[in-house]
């Protein structure tokens, strides 16, 4: 295959998968938090199926949320450290394309575990079996929303103080209109309502970040690069 | 012969020298501190004496002239944030930094005020202090926008750092500015939609109109009294740290 303009793109994408594959099961720790940290709810509020029934498609989506953010750190903290991620500022290729690579990589670990992992948590939080077609595309999209917008936080964070704090104070406001549309299509698909109005914001929400956060994201780069 | 080195250019190039800023700055202080006390003044008096109550909600309305100017504010703010950082990030204007540094601070409290005042008008009008409207939410957000921003300005030791991380990131958070206008049309929920900035009449009384437009004044005049005091202030700091700097044998940058 000759050079494309998505070779950088493509070559990025590899990288960071092999490299998530040879560090062994340390990728995957977000999604055991996911389904860990949603499984303490029943033991907080109690198990009355009627009660988590009513909650789980709210709990599965915060706890998404949360678990993405945790991993977010990985997107950039370690290139910055080794010195790879300046050489990806300064190299010809497109730097928005990299990242985007990057971000990719980043929801194929976390985002799309997660959507797998999803059925169990809504079979162990009792949400009706109606929304759980809809709870696995739904994260399926905003996994991908939730990855790009976090490298924004991720990216203005390089280096800087208290980083983990920080990030959650960062992103969670920018991840709310993913969390609200997501939540509300599970729950509306639960209540027996289409769900695809809830869908189609979320998927505007996915498009309009995938192809403008990573333009932030190379802005935010480079200028932590300076 | 001219040895003047100072950039000649229009009003916004002259104004990037400090000592310039500084004597438009100290003759603008006073100005906006006696207009604040004159509109505060007038619009507390039209707004909690000479004012009718409202036949429904009684003298409750009156929160009205502290909670709308308040939220007014931090959402023009805001604005402000997002254009300095974009002004700061297009053209390195040192002055558009500090104005953002300045402004932020500024911009929580009249998040919190709108917050906390609505929440009293809701409690009896709505009957509840707070309900996760679309209105009420996208203002909570703003103001963990405004907090994110100081902390982020906060956590880097280089400060031209702190200052492009945090101009990047308020004009992201700017997607949240048309959602908080436009959240009481898109969700139609318990929060009223707009009765004063329509394209047609306000749908408000003048008699009560009058009042809120002079608090909305006296709250822009202590904005920007507060504003420029901390701009100046700002700058006598960094000029403080340069002094010490240059004591201590130490080139800066």
């Not at chain 1, 950088?8 to 940290?37: C, K, M, W």
């Not at chain 1, 370690?78 to 790879?84: K, N």
């Not at chain 2, 009684?58 to 931090?74: E, G, S």
């Not at chain 2, 926008?145 to 031209?160: M, Q």
């Amino acid at each position: 295959m000759g050079r494309t303009e998505l070779s950088g793109f493509i070559a990025t994408l590899n990288r960071d998968l092999s490299i998530a594959r040879r560090e062994g099961g340390e990728a995957f720790l977000a999604v055991l938090f996911f389904v860990l940290g949603a499984l303490l709810f029943p033991l907080g509020v109690g198990p009355e199926a009627q009660l988590l029934a009513a909650v789980s498609a709210g709990l599965i989506w915060v706890m998404a949320l949360l678990s993405t953010l945790l991993a977010l750190d990985r997107l950039f903290q370690a290139d910055w450290r080794e010195g790879t991620l300046e050489l990806l500022v300064i190299s010809p290729e497109p730097l928005p394309l990299i990242i985007a690579a990057k971000c990719t990589a980043h929801w194929i670990v976390t985002g799309l575990p997660m959507a797998v992992a999803a059925p169990v948590m809504a079979l162990l939080l009792n949400l009706p079996p109606e929304g759980w077609f809809t709870l696995v595309g739904a994260l399926l999209i905003g996994g991908l929303a939730l990855s790009f917008i976090g490298s924004i936080c991720a990216a203005l964070l390089i280096g800087s103080r208290r980083g983990g704090v920080l990030m959650t104070i960062l992103a969670l406001p920018l991840y709310i209109p993913t969390l609200i549309f997501g939540a509300g299509a599970v729950q509306a698909a639960v209540g027996g309502y289409e769900s695809t109005g809830h869908l189609a914001l979320m998927g505007a929400i996915t498009l309009s970040s995938i192809s403008l956060c990573p333009w932030v994201t190379s802005a935010a780069l480079k200028q932590a690069m300076e | 012969m001219n040895l003047s080195t100072a950039p000649k250019g229009n009003f916004w190039h002259r104004l990037a020298n400090p000592a310039r800023f500084e004597r438009l700055a100290r003759w603008l202080t006073p100005w906006f501190l006696l207009g604040f006390l004159g509109f505060v003044s007038t619009g507390l008096y039209f707004g909690l004496y000479a004012s009718p109550i409202d036949y429904q909600q009684k003298d409750t309305v009156r929160i009205m002239y502290v909670h709308v100017p308040a939220a007014w504010l931090a959402m023009m703010t805001y604005s402000t944030l997002a254009i300095s950082g974009f002004v700061f990030l297009v053209w390195r204007h040192p002055l558009a930094e500090v104005a953002g540094l300045a402004a932020a601070p500024i911009g929580a409290v009249f998040t919190a005020l709108a917050l906390v005042t609505g929440a009293i008008w809701g409690q009896p009008t709505w009957g509840t202090w707070w309900v996760w409207d679309a209105r009420l939410t996208s203002v909570l957000i703003l103001f963990f926008l405004f907090i994110g921003y100081i902390a982020l300005r906060n956590a880097f030791d280089d400060p031209s750092r702190a200052a492009k991380s945090t101009a990047i990131l308020a004009i992201v958070g700017a997607v949240n500015l048309p959602i908080i206008k436009f959240s009481v049309e898109w969700w139609n929920t318990l929060h009223q939609p707009a009765s004063v900035s329509r394209f047609d009449a306000p749908a408000i009384d003048p008699a009560m109109l009058r009042p809120l437009l002079l608090m909305a004044c006296a709250y822009l005049c202590l904005f920007f009294f507060v504003l420029i005091f901390r701009m100046r202030l700002e700058l006598v700091r960094r000029r403080i740290t340069a002094l010490q700097y240059a004591q201590a044998g130490v080139s800066d940058r």
